[in-house]
Protein backbone atom coordinates (compact mmCIF):
# COMPACT_ATOMS: atom_id res chain seq x y z
CA UNK A 1 0.00 0.00 0.00
CA UNK A 2 1.29 3.17 -1.10
CA UNK A 3 2.45 5.73 1.80
CA UNK A 4 1.07 8.93 0.13
CA UNK A 5 -2.27 8.12 -1.67
CA UNK A 6 -3.41 10.62 -3.85
CA UNK A 7 -7.18 10.37 -5.45
CA UNK A 8 -8.11 10.83 -8.16
CA UNK A 9 -5.01 9.57 -10.56
CA UNK A 10 -6.61 11.42 -14.07
CA UNK A 11 -9.20 13.89 -14.42
CA UNK A 12 -10.60 15.87 -17.36
CA UNK A 13 -12.93 18.82 -16.67
CA UNK A 14 -14.36 22.35 -18.29
CA UNK A 15 -13.49 25.64 -17.87
CA UNK A 16 -14.98 26.79 -14.49
CA UNK A 17 -15.91 23.53 -12.83
CA UNK A 18 -14.99 23.36 -8.73
CA UNK A 19 -12.52 20.60 -8.34
CA UNK A 20 -11.01 18.79 -5.20
CA UNK A 21 -8.09 16.92 -5.27
CA UNK A 22 -7.22 14.29 -2.09
CA UNK A 23 -4.44 13.20 -0.68
CA UNK A 24 -4.05 10.87 2.12
CA UNK A 25 -1.01 9.58 4.10
CA UNK A 26 -0.17 6.94 6.50
CA UNK A 27 3.13 7.72 7.81
CA UNK A 28 2.12 10.08 10.33
CA UNK A 29 3.68 13.27 9.19
CA UNK A 30 2.70 16.70 10.34
CA UNK A 31 3.93 18.06 7.67
CA UNK A 32 2.27 18.03 4.30
CA UNK A 33 2.79 19.61 0.70
CA UNK A 34 0.59 19.93 -2.57
CA UNK A 35 3.07 20.66 -5.91
CA UNK A 36 2.34 21.62 -9.30
CA UNK A 37 4.45 20.50 -12.34
CA UNK A 38 4.35 21.43 -15.74
CA UNK A 39 6.80 20.65 -18.58
CA UNK A 40 9.77 22.42 -18.30
CA UNK A 41 8.77 24.04 -15.12
CA UNK A 42 9.69 21.47 -12.35
CA UNK A 43 7.77 21.45 -9.18
CA UNK A 44 6.44 24.37 -7.86
CA UNK A 45 4.68 24.68 -4.37
CA UNK A 46 1.25 25.33 -4.61
CA UNK A 47 0.65 25.29 -0.43
CA UNK A 48 1.89 23.71 2.66
CA UNK A 49 0.53 22.93 6.35
CA UNK A 50 2.81 21.60 9.08
CA UNK A 51 0.14 20.54 11.25
CA UNK A 52 -3.63 20.65 11.03
CA UNK A 53 -4.31 24.04 12.38
CA UNK A 54 -1.46 25.45 9.94
CA UNK A 55 -1.60 26.10 6.12
CA UNK A 56 0.64 28.65 4.39
CA UNK A 57 0.89 29.68 0.63
CA UNK A 58 3.15 28.97 -2.20
CA UNK A 59 4.62 30.10 -4.21
CA UNK A 60 1.84 30.10 -6.82
CA UNK A 61 -1.39 29.75 -4.68
CA UNK A 62 -3.28 32.00 -6.41
CA UNK A 63 -6.93 30.49 -7.88
CA UNK A 64 -6.53 27.54 -5.59
CA UNK A 65 -7.22 26.83 -1.66
CA UNK A 66 -6.29 24.15 0.75
CA UNK A 67 -8.22 22.21 3.82
CA UNK A 68 -6.27 20.13 6.20
CA UNK A 69 -8.92 17.72 7.31
CA UNK A 70 -6.73 15.85 9.80
CA UNK A 71 -3.09 15.25 9.85
CA UNK A 72 -3.54 12.69 7.33
CA UNK A 73 -5.46 14.39 5.49
CA UNK A 74 -4.75 17.70 2.85
CA UNK A 75 -7.33 18.35 0.29
CA UNK A 76 -6.21 20.74 -2.56
CA UNK A 77 -9.50 22.50 -4.53
CA UNK A 78 -9.65 24.62 -7.67
CA UNK A 79 -13.03 26.67 -7.48
CA UNK A 80 -13.29 27.25 -10.72
CA UNK A 81 -10.96 25.78 -13.02
CA UNK A 82 -9.29 27.40 -15.86
CA UNK A 83 -6.91 26.02 -18.63
CA UNK A 84 -3.88 26.85 -17.43
CA UNK A 85 -4.69 24.83 -14.31
CA UNK A 86 -3.91 22.02 -16.35
CA UNK A 87 -0.53 19.86 -14.95
CA UNK A 88 0.25 17.38 -12.87
CA UNK A 89 -0.31 17.25 -9.10
CA UNK A 90 1.67 16.14 -6.44
CA UNK A 91 0.81 15.78 -2.85
CA UNK A 92 4.02 15.16 -0.59
CA UNK A 93 4.82 14.83 3.45
CA UNK A 94 7.86 15.06 5.65
CA UNK A 95 8.56 14.46 9.38
CA UNK A 96 10.85 17.48 10.24
CA UNK A 97 12.61 15.05 13.18
CA UNK A 98 13.95 13.33 10.09
CA UNK A 99 16.05 15.94 9.30
CA UNK A 100 17.06 16.88 5.27
CA UNK A 101 19.60 14.14 5.64
CA UNK A 102 17.19 11.73 5.80
CA UNK A 103 14.13 11.29 3.23
CA UNK A 104 13.04 14.66 3.55
CA UNK A 105 9.46 14.43 1.42
CA UNK A 106 7.38 11.30 0.51
CA UNK A 107 5.36 12.42 -3.01
CA UNK A 108 2.38 10.60 -3.77
CA UNK A 109 1.98 9.58 -7.29
CA UNK A 110 0.48 12.45 -8.76
CA UNK A 111 -3.10 13.09 -10.22
CA UNK A 112 -3.15 14.55 -14.20
CA UNK A 113 -5.59 17.14 -14.12
CA UNK A 114 -6.95 18.29 -17.92
CA UNK A 115 -9.11 21.49 -18.08
CA UNK A 116 -10.59 21.81 -21.45
CA UNK B 1 13.72 34.19 -10.46
CA UNK B 2 14.78 30.35 -10.66
CA UNK B 3 16.94 30.22 -7.74
CA UNK B 4 17.67 26.64 -8.59
CA UNK B 5 18.88 25.98 -11.95
CA UNK B 6 19.46 22.53 -13.88
CA UNK B 7 20.35 23.96 -17.36
CA UNK B 8 20.61 20.18 -19.13
CA UNK B 9 17.03 19.57 -20.00
CA UNK B 10 18.21 16.21 -20.79
CA UNK B 11 21.82 14.42 -21.05
CA UNK B 12 22.62 11.05 -23.12
CA UNK B 13 25.55 8.37 -21.53
CA UNK B 14 26.72 5.13 -22.33
CA UNK B 15 25.24 2.06 -20.19
CA UNK B 16 28.50 1.64 -17.62
CA UNK B 17 30.05 4.88 -17.99
CA UNK B 18 29.63 8.05 -15.46
CA UNK B 19 26.79 10.28 -15.52
CA UNK B 20 27.08 13.99 -14.21
CA UNK B 21 24.11 16.04 -13.74
CA UNK B 22 24.73 19.69 -12.89
CA UNK B 23 22.73 21.92 -10.61
CA UNK B 24 23.36 25.88 -9.84
CA UNK B 25 21.62 28.00 -6.95
CA UNK B 26 21.48 32.08 -6.39
CA UNK B 27 20.74 31.94 -2.52
CA UNK B 28 23.79 31.43 -0.22
CA UNK B 29 21.76 30.65 2.73
CA UNK B 30 20.20 26.77 1.38
CA UNK B 31 21.26 24.83 3.91
CA UNK B 32 20.66 21.56 2.39
CA UNK B 33 20.91 20.33 -1.40
CA UNK B 34 18.99 17.22 -2.90
CA UNK B 35 18.58 14.93 -5.60
CA UNK B 36 15.38 13.55 -6.55
CA UNK B 37 14.47 11.14 -8.60
CA UNK B 38 11.00 10.54 -11.21
CA UNK B 39 9.87 7.79 -13.24
CA UNK B 40 7.08 8.31 -15.56
CA UNK B 41 3.85 8.05 -13.56
CA UNK B 42 5.35 7.70 -10.48
CA UNK B 43 6.08 10.95 -7.67
CA UNK B 44 9.46 12.13 -7.23
CA UNK B 45 11.64 10.02 -4.81
CA UNK B 46 14.92 11.41 -2.87
CA UNK B 47 17.86 10.01 -3.89
CA UNK B 48 20.85 11.51 -1.86
CA UNK B 49 21.15 14.71 -0.31
CA UNK B 50 24.29 17.28 1.47
CA UNK B 51 24.63 19.37 3.99
CA UNK B 52 25.62 23.17 2.82
CA UNK B 53 28.34 22.20 5.47
CA UNK B 54 30.43 19.60 2.93
CA UNK B 55 31.73 19.36 0.15
CA UNK B 56 30.99 15.61 -0.74
CA UNK B 57 28.61 12.93 -0.10
CA UNK B 58 28.44 9.09 -0.96
CA UNK B 59 26.12 6.64 -1.15
CA UNK B 60 26.59 3.65 -3.44
CA UNK B 61 26.94 4.45 -6.93
CA UNK B 62 25.67 8.31 -6.44
CA UNK B 63 28.26 11.12 -5.20
CA UNK B 64 26.99 14.58 -4.72
CA UNK B 65 30.01 17.44 -5.02
CA UNK B 66 29.28 20.77 -3.48
CA UNK B 67 31.14 24.09 -4.32
CA UNK B 68 29.90 26.74 -2.44
CA UNK B 69 31.80 29.66 -3.87
CA UNK B 70 30.96 28.68 -7.27
CA UNK B 71 27.07 28.13 -5.85
CA UNK B 72 27.29 24.42 -7.82
CA UNK B 73 26.88 20.84 -7.33
CA UNK B 74 26.30 17.97 -9.20
CA UNK B 75 25.47 14.43 -9.42
CA UNK B 76 27.59 11.25 -9.88
CA UNK B 77 26.25 8.21 -11.10
CA UNK B 78 28.76 5.83 -11.73
CA UNK B 79 28.50 3.15 -13.28
CA UNK B 80 25.21 3.97 -14.81
CA UNK B 81 22.55 1.80 -15.47
CA UNK B 82 19.50 1.38 -17.27
CA UNK B 83 17.17 1.81 -14.53
CA UNK B 84 18.81 4.92 -14.12
CA UNK B 85 17.44 6.63 -17.06
CA UNK B 86 14.58 8.88 -15.30
CA UNK B 87 13.71 12.54 -14.56
CA UNK B 88 16.66 13.75 -11.89
CA UNK B 89 15.44 17.09 -9.90
CA UNK B 90 18.19 19.01 -8.04
CA UNK B 91 16.43 20.81 -4.90
CA UNK B 92 17.45 23.01 -2.24
CA UNK B 93 16.00 23.73 1.21
CA UNK B 94 15.22 27.10 2.75
CA UNK B 95 16.36 27.83 6.39
CA UNK B 96 12.27 27.80 6.15
CA UNK B 97 12.03 24.34 5.58
CA UNK B 98 10.44 24.97 2.34
CA UNK B 99 12.29 23.11 -1.11
CA UNK B 100 12.91 24.79 -3.90
CA UNK B 101 13.30 22.41 -6.96
CA UNK B 102 15.05 23.18 -10.39
CA UNK B 103 13.32 22.61 -14.21
CA UNK B 104 14.60 18.65 -13.81
CA UNK B 105 17.07 17.01 -16.44
CA UNK B 106 16.03 13.88 -18.04
CA UNK B 107 18.73 11.08 -18.10
CA UNK B 108 19.20 8.68 -20.67
CA UNK B 109 21.10 5.36 -20.47
CA UNK B 110 21.92 3.92 -23.76
CA UNK B 111 23.03 0.51 -24.25
Known amino acids: DADVTQTPRNRITKTGKRIMLECSQTKGHDRMYWYRQDPGLGLRLIYYSFDVKDINKGEISDGYSVSRQAQAKFSLSLESAIPNQTALYFC???????????????FGDGTRLSIL | DQQVKQNSPSLSVQEGRISILNCDYTNSMFDYFLWYKKYPAEGPTFLIS?????DKNEDGRFTVFLNKSAKHLSLHIVPSQPGDSAVYFCAARNRDDKIIFGKGTRLHILP
Open chain 1, 92 to 106: ATSDPRQGASNQPQH
Open chain 2, 50 to 54: ISSIK
